[in-house]
């Protein structure tokens, strides 16, 4: 993932290896929506709802928030049912996830979807460097950066 935030200007450098490397991204923030690496790496609906508060109280800190790039459907349910708990859409419905969707939240955020980029993504080429490295020019355009 690094060296495709590198290439679209997110990262200081293409790799990280420790907390200490000098790696510094800007005008992006990572996050997640859930806080723990669960048996066979797939939370359950009730992991996901013990870290939801978490998650809203991460979002309402970032105050110039103006596109979220969700990696993979758990992230992508994860954050629209943020935006229902905060009272920025409805419901979810005209919402699907697929690569490359991109739709605008009732905040004036950007939603860009992108398949996960887990090892079983890119090995198999469902998630190639290019669409992954397109996703992330997409955000910078609809972020103003």
Same mark, same amino acid.
């Given at each position: 993932?690094?060296?495709?935030?590198?290439?679209?200007?997110? =990262?200081?450098? =293409?790799?990280?290896?420790?907390?200490?490397? &000098?790696?510094?991204?800007? &005008?992006?923030?990572?996050?997640? !929506?859930?806080? %723990? *690496?669960?048996? /066979?790496?797939?939370?359950?609906?009730?992991?996901?709802?013990? %870290? +939801?508060?978490? $998650?809203?109280?991460?979002? +309402? $800190?970032?105050?110039?928030?103006? @596109? @979220?790039? %969700?990696? /993979?459907?758990? *992230?992508?349910?994860?954050?629209?049912?943020?935006?229902?708990? +905060? &009272?920025?859409? /409805?419901?979810?419905?005209?919402?699907?996830?697929?690569? &490359? *969707?991109?739709? =605008?939240?009732?905040?004036? !955020?950007? $939603?860009? +979807?992108?398949?996960?980029?887990?090892?079983?993504?890119?090995?198999?080429?469902? $998630?190639?460097?290019?669409?992954?490295?397109? @996703?992330?020019?997409?955000?910078? !355009?609809?972020?103003?950066?």
């Amino acid at each position: 993932m690094y060296p495709v935030l590198y290439e679209a200007g997110f =990262a200081s450098q =293409a790799k990280a290896v420790s907390r200490d490397d &000098g790696m510094k991204l800007t &005008g992006m923030w990572i996050s997640a !929506v859930v806080r %723990c *690496a669960p048996p /066979g790496n797939k939370p359950s609906p009730e992991e996901q709802r013990n %870290c +939801a508060p978490w $998650l809203d109280e991460e979002i +309402a $800190l970032l105050k110039e928030l103006r @596109v @979220v790039v %969700c990696l /993979g459907k758990i *992230a992508f349910d994860g954050f629209l049912n943020h935006q229902l708990r +905060a &009272g920025r859409i /409805g419901a979810r419905k005209g919402f699907e996830f697929r690569h &490359g *969707a991109e739709y =605008a939240m009732g905040d004036g !955020v950007a $939603l860009i +979807a992108s398949y996960h980029p887990s090892l079983q993504n890119t090995n198999t080429g469902k $998630l190639t460097r290019r669409m992954f490295l397109d @996703v992330f020019w997409r955000a910078r !355009v609809a972020a103003g950066l």
